[in-house]
């Protein structure tokens, strides 16, 4: 039996077969071929491709980062920080706009996102010290510390007067001003134990020192914890009892303290001069102290004019103490008020050869030397040879 009969397209042996051209590759030619490359080269292009993409995508993320880290931390920190007041009713992004116009951060959008990752921010309304340029976190950290739990600290040295505390207080706390310190100080809104009555006036009444001024503090309790600390240091100096101790009441001692406060240079010289003080309102002789003259005075203005001008305050023209302090005097200045040095002895130099019934005592005193240190006299014509003393020395103007 032959092939599959009845199938003409199959052959029934072997010698029926019809050759065709491509069974044999040498009858081909080159333009019928299809060219099929291998496996490895028919991708390399697409990984190309790819490879690029990801570079790109990995450049621009590395510049996106880059940018962002410098939008939260830009570097340069200011070493001093600068005030930022935060009002009734900001808001974070209220905060941020404000933040940027102050060249305190570098983008509000990027710092709003930065808070919002990190949990929001509830800030309350006062004073805040910010170092521009800060990294967010710590500027988010300070924002985020109350203000009642942020200080500062302000020195007040002994013999400021209102003006100057107004002066230096407004300069290192800015968001007090100085003319609401002045005000204050002025208006009897805070008052002292130790104020005369109908007196509204705080000069004097303001205990010199260190205070820690807090964000959310205003004039009025800076003012009156300076008081409270008068009235305790008074207190513990005796000042309650000045009328038995040198028969001046408390008010009175504060203006002899002020004007020793003024016109001591050295620590030994306090007491002495406290005696002079009180020896001429004894003896009902001008007190004549310098210090007195440029209270409330034009800086400009002379000692000379200043002596030919009448005021309350000038005491070469004016009987008795002046009306109020004329500045505000530390510890040291209300114990020698309080306890003023006594009287030079019979055997003292300056109790020689004085005229008949001359009581010796302090009454005059003048620089003797570059130190501040002053020289005392119980007579007019020995106070005249020690300022002839200290003119020789360049002592006096």
């Known amino acids: 039996m032959g092939g599959i009969s009845g199938d003409p397209l199959i052959p029934s042996n072997e010698s029926d077969w019809m050759p065709d051209p491509w069974d044999d590759p040498r009858q081909v030619s080159s333009s019928e071929l299809v060219d099929f490359a291998p496996t490895g080269q028919r991708w390399r292009g697409p990984l190309k491709v790819a490879a690029a993409v990801l570079v790109a995508v990995i450049v621009l993320a590395g510049a996106a980062g880059f940018w962002l880290l410098r939008q939260l931390n830009p570097g340069?920190?200011?070493?001093?920080p600068v005030n930022f007041t935060v009002n009734e009713g900001d808001t974070v992004a209220s905060i941020a706009t404000r933040l940027e116009e102050q060249g305190i951060i570098v983008n509000d959008r990027v710092f709003r996102w930065y808070v919002g990752r990190n949990g929001g921010l509830e800030v309350l309304p006062g004073y805040y010290s910010l170092k521009p340029q800060d990294n967010?976190?710590?500027?988010?950290?300070?924002?985020?510390?109350?203000?009642?739990?942020?200080?500062?600290?302000?020195?007040?040295?002994e013999g400021y007067t209102v003006e100057q505390v107004a002066g230096?207080?407004?300069?290192?706390?800015p968001y007090i001003s100085r003319e609401s310190i002045?005000?204050?100080?002025?208006?009897?809104?805070?008052?002292?134990?130790f104020s005369l009555s109908g007196s509204t006036s705080l000069e004097g009444l303001l205990f010199p020192d260190t205070y820690q001024i807090a964000g959310d503090d205003d004039a009025a309790s800076v003012l009156a914890r300076m008081v409270a600390l008068?009235?305790?240091?008074?207190r513990q100096e005796g000042l309650e009892s000045s009328k038995e101790k040198v028969g001046f009441k408390p008010y009175d001692v504060l203006i002899v303290a002020s004007m020793i406060e003024r016109e001591a240079k050295v620590e030994k010289d306090r007491a002495l001069i406290a005696r002079v003080i009180y020896n001429r309102l004894a003896a009902k002789m001008k007190l004549e102290i310098d210090a007195t003259l440029f209270y409330g005075?034009?800086?400009?203005?002379t000692f000379g004019d200043l002596k030919d001008i009448d005021t309350p305050?000038?005491?070469?023209?004016?009987?008795?103490?002046?009306?109020?302090p004329i500045a505000n005097p530390g510890r040291a200045s209300?114990?020698?008020?309080?306890?003023?040095?006594?009287n030079p002895v019979a055997s003292d130099p300056l109790c020689k050869d004085l005229p008949r019934n001359t009581p010796c005592e302090y009454r005059y005193y003048v620089l003797a030397d570059d130190d501040g240190s002053h020289v005392f006299a119980a007579t007019y014509e020995q106070h005249l040879k020690n300022v002839e003393k200290a003119r020789a020395a360049g002592l006096l103007g």
């Open 297 to 301: 005075a034009d800086p400009s203005a």
């Open 182 to 193: 002045v005000d204050v100080a002025r208006s009897g809104t805070v008052a002292s134990t």
């Open 334 to 342: 209300i114990q020698a008020a309080l306890s003023p040095a006594p």
């Open 168 to 173: 230096r207080l407004s300069e290192q706390a």
């Open 230 to 234: 008068m009235e305790r240091v008074g």
């Open 76 to 80: 340069d920190v200011a070493n001093v």
């Open 136 to 157: 967010a976190g710590n500027l988010m950290k300070v924002l985020g510390t109350p203000p009642a739990q942020t200080f500062i600290k302000v020195t007040f040295p």
């Open 313 to 324: 305050y000038n005491t070469y023209r004016r009987s008795g103490l002046p009306p109020t």
